[in-house]
């Protein structure tokens, strides 16, 4: 199975700076036939249900903010939020999609500082 | 509007068993694959299993296999997770999906959640 390791755990950024969260696959999420990573990233506020903020590692789903941005390629990815909003508080997961056993980072805890 | 509507949180006895359900609507149904999720209580995301609609093709993580069935009813737009004897530890709340993809994608539209509590 490919283990998805997310860092950190948690972490707190003031209103305005950028958070970062970072999600490392135990093996290339990478397919060399079209050249896309299998890689999704999801926001689930408080009591809600995840919401898909970004696809294939780097396209942003309709009616995310610009101020979510996904990149990284093969094991490396990365989920930066450039201006930290109130409304952003949340646990953000990350999921690979390479093969059928697809699983989930164990997710980022994002507070506002 | 894309929807998936869950039924109700469900309280439940060890060894009792339990269907609960998942209604698409606002989009061809058949069409797209159906994904469950479970989320233990302050914990992370699991994938549990996928069904494909128009034929029932159904695909289970190996962490679910045997331990639940998934079904679906194109007829009523209507996914569906069983359990034959819930245990305390089905205890979560699960959540269907649309799924984007073959048998393997991501997940772009969620249902609200079904709370599952098994207690004796």
């Known amino acids: 199975d490919i283990v998805m390791t997310q860092s950190p755990d948690s972490l707190a950024v003031s209103l305005g700076e950028r958070a970062t969260i970072n999600c490392k696959s135990s093996q290339s999420v990478l397919y060399s036939s079209d050249n896309k990573n299998y890689l999704a990233w999801y926001q689930q506020k408080p009591g809600q249900p995840p919401k898909l903020l970004i696809y294939?590692?780097?396209t942003r789903e309709s009616g995310v903010p610009d101020r979510f941005s996904g990149s990284g390629s093969g094991t490396d990815f990365t989920l930066t939020i450039s201006s930290l909003q109130a409304e952003d508080v949340a646990v953000y997961y990350c999921?690979?999609?390479?093969?059928?056993?697809?699983?989930f980072g164990q997710g980022t805890k994002v507070e506002i500082k | 509007e894309v929807q998936l509507v869950q039924s109700g949180a469900e309280v439940k006895k060890p060894g009792e068993s339990l269907k609960i359900s998942c209604k698409g609507s606002g989009y061809s149904f058949s069409t797209y694959w159906i994904a469950w999720v479970r989320q233990m209580p302050g914990k992370g995301l699991e994938w549990m299993g996928i069904i494909y609609p128009g034929d029932s093709d159904t695909r289970y993580s190996p962490s679910f296999q045997g331990q639940v069935t998934i079904s679906a009813d194109k007829s009523i737009s209507t996914a569906y997770l069983q359990w034959s004897s819930l245990k305390a530890s089905d205890t979560a709340m699960y959540y269907c999906?649309?799924?984007?993809?073959?048998?393997?994608?991501?997940?772009?539209?969620w249902g609200h959640g079904t709370r599952v509590t098994v207690s004796s």
């Open positions: 294939w590692a780097s």
């Open positions: 999921q690979h999609y390479y093969n059928t056993l697809w699983t």
């Open positions: 999906a649309r799924h984007i993809g073959l048998t393997t994608g991501y997940l772009d539209y």
